[in-house]
């Protein structure tokens, strides 16, 4: 059995189109589970499990490998140690059958997860697209939530959802396969990709559509902004204080605000565009090989 556990959050739209795809690309039997928060609409029929978070925490990141979590543990006390555990996000889904390389990949390894190094280099498995099985996931407490920090491509000391989970592999010294972006035309650096030939994941489907990967390719046009990415609050504080003398800051914030806004607005048409395209056309996909 597999069990295929994702989460919707404010915007209901993509619950078909991932059904949908998942009835078109799987061939086996499985159950989908979810936590579908702050959508209105009734959906406790369409999903094995479906929940909802009676509080909403304010850490989103938190919140999402919270669920996850909650999620993982209510399959593997349904199911057995040789199902399938397959953690998705609910603006991603396959574009072909996963089972054959699934099966395959987890001969060698007990792990398959997107990495997007595309992301300034980061280092943990990422809840877009993770297979596991029953077994291995209750052998090594998984945990999703973030905590665990590493350092990335640009210096900068991280952590996002998975972050706990690395820290087990490493800890452990487990080996895992990461399934890498394999997209040939790229609309973003970071979404709107396909990853190993197998999956799609649209990104920012259900937030904001400003990455950071956005803001460090648009903070090279501002080398003042650039700079002060990297101060302490307290040197932050200084740099106010002497920016209001010389407007300096004011001036450069001003500039990269309205920049940061058109970048959002064209995030925001590249989404809608390529939205309609996956709702309409089954091999959209293709396009991007």
């Known amino acids: 059995m597999i069990h ?11 619950i078909k189109i991932q059904q949908d795809y998942f009835k078109r690309c799987l061939q086996e039997p499985y159950k989908m589970y979810a936590f579908v928060n702050k959508i209105d609409k009734d959906y406790f029929g369409h999903f094995e499990v479906c929940l909802r978070e009676p509080v909403e925490l304010k850490n989103v990141s938190q919140s999402h490998g919270i669920k ?4 993982a543990d209510i399959a593997c006390s349904l199911g057995t140690d040789d199902d399938y555990l397959v953690f998705i996000d609910g603006d991603a889904f396959p574009v072909v059958d996963i089972m054959p390389d699934v099966k395959e990949t987890l001969k060698k390894y007990p792990l398959m997860a997107v990495r997007r190094d595309e992301s300034s280099g980061d280092k943990q498995p990422h809840p877009s697209f993770t297979v596991t099985t029953v077994g291995f996931w209750k052998k090594i407490n998984g945990d999703w939530k ?7 491509n640009n210096n900068h000391i991280v952590t996002d959802t998975g972050g706990n989970f690395l820290k087990i592999l490493e800890d452990q010294k487990i080996e895992w396969h990461p399934i890498l972006r394999t997209t ?3 609309l973003h650096p970071l979404w709107f990709g396909i990853y190993g030939g197998l999956v799609y994941h649209h990104g920012a489907g259900f937030r904001s559509p ?10 090279r046009d ?13 040197e932050m504080r200084l740099i106010r204080i002497i920016g209001k003398t010389i407007k300096l800051f004011y001036l450069n914030k001003a500039g990269w605000e309205k920049a940061l806004n058109k970048v959002i607005e064209n995030n925001k048409r590249i989404s809608a565009e390529t939205l309609k395209k996956l709702e309409t056309d089954v091999d959209f996909w293709k396009e991007f090989i």
Do not use: C
Request: proline share 4%; hydrophobic share 45%.
């Open 4 to 14: 295929i556990l994702t989460v919707h959050w404010q915007d209901d739209r993509w």
């Open 210 to 219: 400003l990455s950071r990967e956005d803001i460090r390719l648009l903070a």
């Open 146 to 152: 973030p905590g665990y920090k590493w350092k990335n």
């Open 68 to 71: 996850l979590n909650i999620l």
């Open 184 to 186: 040939k035309v790229n």
């Open 222 to 234: 501002f080398p003042f902004m650039r700079m002060i990415q990297n101060l302490s609050n307290h």
